[in-house]
């Protein structure tokens, strides 16, 4: 039978690998969804979602702007948070984590949250998505500055479960996708039922799972165990 040290690095190794697989599984559909992207460039308005839109809706320069500027900067949010999952990173390369974090944070507060309220005002599906997407970019918006802050300040556990919750915002994008695809296909519901069920499901029901991880002590484990004090951990970010 293994002893306490023993297990300790067993359930070490079993998390460093979900946390690979997870950032791995993330990356991917970041790919996936940068081959559905690059063909809005060609400033198609028909493109795929562009076609649910009314020509009033496309006429609008606000949501012209915040479409091709949420896209675009979605995708460098996705694939900067998956690398904030990966231990290597934390351990071998911390500059590269700060770097890293410093542009996700940015591109969300400046970019991302922006134009995706900009988007909101025209979301699909009446006043009820359009509140769900605007409180999911009001929150993602505080979720990040707060991680940011915490960075700042040295509180790094504060700091590890403010991205967990900022990271659950952020793959509602991915969750929306495959909610959407189960809903449909398996539940049978309607379009309109799922549209609007996904639009909340996709970052509360993340959130609630992150505050589980939270809970079960997230940010004292990834910072006193998974991952050994450094100089990462000793200065501001």
Not at 7 to 29: C, G, H, N, Q
Not at 63 to 72: D, G, L, M, T
Not at 88 to 104: D, E, F, M
Request: aromatic residues 16%; contains cysteine.
């Amino acid at each position: 039978m293994a002893n306490p040290a023993q297990r300790a690095t067993i359930f070490d190794t079993v998390m460093e690998s979900l946390l690979l697989l997870a950032a791995a599984v993330i990356l991917a559909f970041a790919c996936l969804m940068g081959t559905k992207i690059v063909p809005y460039f060609s400033f198609n308005p028909l493109q795929d979602f562009l076609g649910t839109k009314t020509d009033h809706v496309l006429a609008k320069p606000i949501f012209q702007v915040s479409f091709y500027i949420h896209i675009a900067s979605s995708w460098v949010v996705m694939t900067t948070g998956a690398l904030q999952l990966i231990p290597a990173v934390y351990r071998n390369w911390p500059k590269l984590h700060r770097w890293t974090g410093r542009i996700y944070a940015a591109v969300i507060l400046v970019l991302a949250c922006p134009s995706g309220l900009g988007l909101a005002i025209y979301a699909n599906g009446g006043l009820a998505a359009k509140v769900g997407f605007t409180l999911q970019c009001i929150v993602w918006w505080f979720l990040t500055l707060q991680a940011w802050r915490y960075a700042r300040l040295g509180q790094w556990e504060k700091h590890a479960n403010a991205v967990l919750r900022s990271l659950a915002v952020t793959l509602a994008a991915m969750s929306l996708r495959t909610e959407s695809y189960f809903m449909f296909y398996y539940l049978g519901t309607k379009p309109i039922e799922t549209y609007l069920t996904v639009t909340w499901l996709s970052w509360v029901g993340n959130l609630f799972i992150a505050e589980i991880l939270i809970f079960l002590g997230w940010g004292p484990y990834m910072i006193k165990r998974m991952f050994p004090p450094s100089s990462l951990y000793h200065k501001p970010m």
